[in-house]
Structures are given as C-alpha cells and as structure tokens.
C-alpha cells in the first residue's frame, strides 16, 4: 500500500509538464545551494574558503581574504533570494556569479575539477534562465 505522499507525488509527476519539473527543480537548487554556500563563507564549516581565492582578486579589491569572503557570501545568499523571487534575473545573476568564480580558479592555476563542475552549474543557470522565459511567477 502506497503512502497519501507517495501518491500525490506519483500524480504531480504523471499531472505537471516535465519542462515545469524541470523549471522547480533547478530553481529550488538554484535558490538553496547559494544560499546555504553564502552561509558557509561566514562559518567556513566545509572548507576553509580563502583557499580558492586567486591573489589577483584581493589585488583588485585590497580586503583580507576572509573579509572578501564575507562579501562573497552576501552576494551569493542575494543571489539565491533573487532566483526564488524572480528565477529569469536571479538565474542570469548566478551564472555571471559562476563565470567570475571560474575565472577566479582559473587565475589561481588550480581546482580545475571545481571550475569544470562550476561550467556545469553556469549552464544549469543558463537552462533555468530560458526556462523561467515560460513560466509565469504565479504558476510557480
């Protein structure tokens, strides 16, 4: 016997389009996982942050490390904010975001594996981006 949960997610699965799966899910991914990354600059509990912080970063902006994370975080937790609001912006912010963290590793000479993985989450934002050209906030 299926639980009431499994099947209304059976039905919403069998009822909702898969572009509009598609659309939930990457905005929900979209929205938390900068948010909680933006929350973690100011603990540093999975990692110690600064080590992926190319020095030319802290040469254009003359911050600590730790003090230029403290910004990095706040953006990143605005940005999550703005995909759950408004996916079609907040989805074009975090791909910019993404591009100037693979730059960023890429000036830095090291955590290749992280900027390829990043390349992916920048064209996640990209699909998120188009999209949210369909969807209207409400329906969300």
């Known amino acids: 016997m299926k639980s009431a949960s499994a099947v209304r997610a059976q039905h919403a699965s069998t009822t909702m389009p898969a572009a509009r799966q598609a659309f939930v899910l990457l905005r929900t991914v979209f929205t938390v996982a900068p948010v909680l990354f933006g929350l973690d600059k100011f603990t540093n509990i999975l990692t110690d942050w600064t080590i992926y912080l ?17 910004i990095v975080g706040a953006v990143e937790i605005i940005a999550g904010i703005v ?58």
């Open 54 to 70: 190319a020095p030319q970063a802290t040469a254009v902006v003359p911050l600590p490390p730790q003090t230029f994370m403290y």
């Open 83 to 140: 995909v759950a609001v408004r996916p079609k912006y907040g989805s074009l912010l975090v791909a910019a975001w993404l591009a100037g963290i693979i730059i960023n590793l890429l000036l830095l000479g090291s955590f290749y594996d992280v900027a390829l993985r990043d390349f992916g989450l920048l064209v996640g934002a990209l699909a998120l981006n188009r999209l949210s050209m369909g969807t209207s906030r409400t329906a969300a």
